[in-house]
């Protein structure tokens, strides 16, 4: 079993909800304070974990089941806020906040049989590979906030990419022998989930927003 997660993941689920809003508030600090004196943020997190299983040419015999199994879990979580706080930094002169966002979820999944392998069990036979893919992207991009003076020509961009990519394979080659008193189970399953999420924000005034959410 492989898994590359953020850490709030691996919590009781009774703290669940506490872990995750912390994780992702320690993740928009370093975005915040850079996009106070820029009025930009780009953030990107790419995670990816692999499992494999070959069996060539063995022996298996059991007295009960026989689980050969590989699976993978896989999350990314990515927060990208612009706001230059009173109007200051770059955003006063460009008169534009831009955060953007890129999270992508890769992973691959394989449990293989193959050779003249032979699989003897008194009760069931099962070979599987799962994965999971995550990918939640959020995008904030804030002008005119908290600022005495007013730009009426701000403008506003938000961009959030949520990309997950998944490969599940289980497979038995043609000259493997199984025998089981039980049921033969060959699975391969896998479940993607993507969430962009981008909007923009001008309490006064401004000349436009734009929000691009996009998923893959």
């Known amino acids: 079993i492989a898994k590359d997660t953020n850490l709030a993941s691996e919590v009781p689920a009774a703290a669940a909800g506490f872990s995750n809003s912390l994780a992702s508030l320690f993740g928009t600090i370093p975005g915040v304070l850079l996009s106070a004196a820029t009025g930009i943020d780009l953030s990107v997190i790419l995670r990816s974990a692999n499992a494999r299983i070959?069996?060539?040419?063995?022996?298996?015999e059991a007295v009960?089941?026989?689980?050969?199994k590989s699976e993978t879990k896989v999350e990314t979580q990515v927060t990208a806020v612009a706001s230059a706080i009173g109007g200051g930094g770059l955003?006063?002169?460009t008169g534009l906040e831009l955060a953007?966002?890129?999270?992508?979820?890769?992973s691959e999944v394989e449990t293989n049989?193959?050779?003249?392998?032979?699989?003897?069990?008194?009760g069931s036979v099962t070979v599987s590979a799962k994965g999971a893919t995550t990918?939640?992207?959020v995008a904030r991009a804030s002008s005119n906030l908290l600022t005495s003076s007013v730009n009426p020509t701000s403008s506003s961009v938000a961009i959030a990419i949520s990309h997950t990519d998944l490969s599940v394979n289980a497979s038995v080659g043609r000259d493997v022998t199984i025998t089981a008193g039980g049921n033969v189970n060959i699975l391969a399953t896998g479940t993607s989930k993507t969430t962009p999420d981008a909007s923009t924000y001008s309490p006064i005034d401004g000349r436009a927003g734009v929000g691009v959410a996009l998923a893959f």
């Open 113 to 122: 049989i193959g050779g003249g392998t032979r699989i003897t069990a008194s």
């Open 91 to 93: 955003a006063a002169k």
């Open 54 to 60: 070959n069996i060539h040419d063995a022996t298996i």
């Open 135 to 137: 990918s939640k992207t």
């Open 64 to 68: 009960g089941n026989v689980d050969i």
């Open 100 to 106: 953007a966002g890129y999270g992508l979820a890769s």
